[in-house]
């Protein structure tokens, strides 16, 4: 069997998260998070629209973390997004994560937006 090494570019991978933050590369952060190939940083939540539509430019996709559970976007909020000419797919979390980091060893141009478990 051959193993690879993942490498990522810019953007950082989540390596971690329970009640209340998430690990992403190697940076812990408490509450709300984006990560994106501009970097990591704090988040307003499903209210922070504007914070969202920023991603635009560098995310041809943004995973948005709904939680422990999944849970459906407010209309509004997809519809900004999409307008604002990105793709948004709403999960849990844990498996917003996941496929984050899957894409993201792709070389994919994909951001994640989660709120915390």
Do not use: C
């Not at 950082?12 to 329970?18: I, L, R, S, T």
């Not at 973390?65 to 793709?87: D, K, W, Y």
Request: glycine content about 14%; overall charge negative.
């Amino acid at each position: 069997m051959r193993l690879n090494e993942v490498v990522f570019n810019d953007a950082k991978p989540v390596e971690g998260y329970g009640p209340g933050f998430f690990r992403i590369g190697g940076q812990v952060v408490h509450g709300p998070v984006i990560a994106a190939p501009s970097g990591t940083r704090t988040w307003g939540g499903l209210d922070d629209i504007a914070a969202l539509e920023a991603l635009a430019g560098e995310s041809d996709v943004i995973f948005i973390g709904t939680g422990a559970e999944i849970a459906h976007l407010p209309a509004g909020l997809r519809s900004q997004l999409e307008n604002a000419g990105v793709g948004v797919e709403a999960m849990a979390s844990p498996a917003a994560a996941r496929t984050y980091n899957v894409l993201l060893s792709e070389g994919r141009r994909v951001s994640l937006a989660m709120l915390p478990i």
